[in-house]
Every structure is written in structure tokens, then in C-alpha cells.
């Protein structure tokens, strides 16, 4: 499988921007699959995700109600829709999908092999 991620840009706080995550090579719509970002000096974090079944998503505390995930089965995309972004959304962000992965590590990097190379978020205060 090959997950290719793009959307990312520099945009002010308070703005919004959408990533997109176009997979290959392996249909997705039995994977469980999820945004993760890495800030310079600091561990990826989960960021969104939704288990295997598509049934239920899960997000980090710190974008709750300001970030949405959804994926479009039919087109092999995941995205996510970011809002009122803040300064400490800068980061790398990548998405990640795998069929193994179970309900409870939908938010662990470590569970997921297939994975996108990262684009670029920078948010200016």
C-alpha cells in the first residue's frame, strides 16, 4: 500500500486547511487508519483516526472540535479538515492506515506499517 498525503501550506492562526491522503495498491476501506504530526524537538502524536469498521473516530484532545476526519472509500482518500488552526498546530503531518490494526490502537503510531511521507503545516500567530 502506498499512502500519499498533500494539502499542507502556511497559513495564519485562525485559518483553515484540508490534508488529503490518496492510497494505492490495496483497497482502504477495511483499514483502520489515522492523522499523526511530528513538531520539530517532539515525538509523533496522534492527531484523528477511525477504526477498521469506519464506525468511529477518535481525536486527540488538543483538536477536538476544531479538526474532522473523514474518509471517502469509493476514492481511497482519507482527509482531514482543520480549523481555527493555532500557532502549536505547526507540525509534519502524516497519515498512516493498516487492516491490523485494532479498536484500542487506533491512536498508536507504533501499530501502523503503511504510512504517507508527510506534509508540511505551519501555522503563523
Known amino acids: 500500500v502506498q499512502l500519499q498525503a498533500s494539502g499542507g501550506g502556511l497559513v495564519q492562526a485562525g485559518s483553515s486547511l484540508a490534508l488529503s491522503c490518496a492510497a494505492s495498491?490495496?483497497?482502504?476501506?477495511?483499514?483502520?487508519v489515522g492523522w499523526f504530526r511530528q513538531a520539530p524537538g517532539k515525538e509523533r502524536e496522534f492527531v484523528a483516526g477511525f477504526s477498521r469498521s469506519g464506525n468511529s473516530q477518535y481525536y486527540a484532545d488538543s483538536v477536538k472540535g476544531r479538526f474532522a476526519i473523514s474518509r471517502d472509500n469509493a476514492k481511497n482518500t482519507l482527509y482531514l479538515q482543520m480549523n481555527s488552526l493555532k500557532p502549536e498546530d505547526t507540525a509534519v503531518y502524516y497519515c498512516a492506515g493498516d487492516p491490523t490494526v485494532i479498536t484500542s490502537s487506533v491512536g498508536m503510531s507504533s501499530a501502523y506499517r503503511y504510512w504517507g511521507q508527510g506534509t508540511q503545516v505551519t501555522v503563523s500567530s
Open positions: 495498491g490495496r483497497t482502504f476501506s477495511r483499514f483502520a
